[in-house]
């Protein structure tokens, strides 16, 4: 089984990465699954059902989510779009939406997904995700292959989730910070680990948005308005293969591209 996991899209230039660039990524690597982490896409708050549709179009057969999933719920309920887009399954006192799926391929196997979010220097009512993933992995049908994106701050949660997988699941991917790291490996019980996929979108920017507006609020504490960023767009995430009899990972390579875009991007 071979999957592309994409970090964090983010905006104008994150959509426009995968709109021209994904096919032939996803034909490099031979892909089987591509899972993309969607809380971005619509100018850095949430995804809309049209962008999902967009999304689908490029490539991308399932979007994970994050903190600023609910900024556009609608998702979560649209026919269209609401089974194959996921929030983090610990999100406490939210009904809509779920953090978890089961993908099946057109040759039958299956990778189950599951979203979740770390509790570690996040606001918001958060279930312990540890726990919650117990849960879910005790409760979902037995699937060939186990994925999960786990939306979190700290490295040192993220690697503990890691080492708490190790040997069920075959690939934890930690997304949110929109940088990625240097440290994709495989566990000793085959899991696959990069503590952050990293960002897809412009890297000549603060995690997405402008630098000035942020610096000026650091500076002067004064509430500014973001703008996204739409310089130097780069595709961020990780290539990982799966043992289809033993469910071990046996690669996970990270992927960092940087674009040069000959048109302005379709309004839309
Ligand atoms: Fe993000
Ligand atoms: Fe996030």
């Known amino acids: 089984m071979k999957i592309l996991f994409i970090g964090d899209v983010f905006g104008d230039a994150g959509r426009r990465v995968l709109a021209e660039h994904l096919p032939e990524i996803k034909a490099e690597f031979e892909v089987d699954l591509v899972i993309a982490n969607g809380e971005n896409v619509a100018g850095g708050r949430g995804i809309t059902v049209n962008y999902v549709k967009k999304m689908k179009h490029y490539g991308v057969n399932v979007l994970t989510g994050g903190n600023h999933s609910f900024a556009q719920p609608e998702v979560f309920e649209d026919p269209k779009t609401k089974e194959i887009v996921l929030r983090p399954a610990n999100f406490s006192c939210v009904k809509r939406g779920k953090g978890s799926t089961v993908f099946t391929l057109d040759d039958g ?160």
Do not use: W
């Open 109 to 268: 196997r299956t990778v189950g997904i599951v979203n979740l979010m770390g509790k570690v220097f996040i606001e918001g009512k958060i279930r312990c995700p540890f726990k919650e993933v117990d849960e879910i992995l005790n409760t979902m049908p037995e699937c060939t292959h186990l994925f999960v994106d786990f939306h979190a701050e700290a490295t040192s949660e993220k690697v503990c989730m890691a080492h708490y997988l190790d040997g069920r699941v075959g690939a934890v991917c930690g997304t949110h910070t929109h940088v990625q790291t240097n440290d994709a490996r495989i566990f000793p019980g085959g899991t696959a680990f990069i503590t952050d996929a990293g960002m897809t979108g412009p890297e000549y920017s603060a995690i997405g948005m402008t630098h000035e507006p942020i610096i000026y609020r650091i500076l002067t504490g004064e509430p500014v308005k973001f703008v996204q960023s739409k310089e130097d767009p780069m595709f961020n995430g990780v290539f990982i293969e799966l043992d289809d009899e033993t469910k071990r990972a046996v690669k996970i390579e990270p992927i960092y591209r940087r674009y040069q875009f000959t048109a302005p991007m379709e309004d839309d």
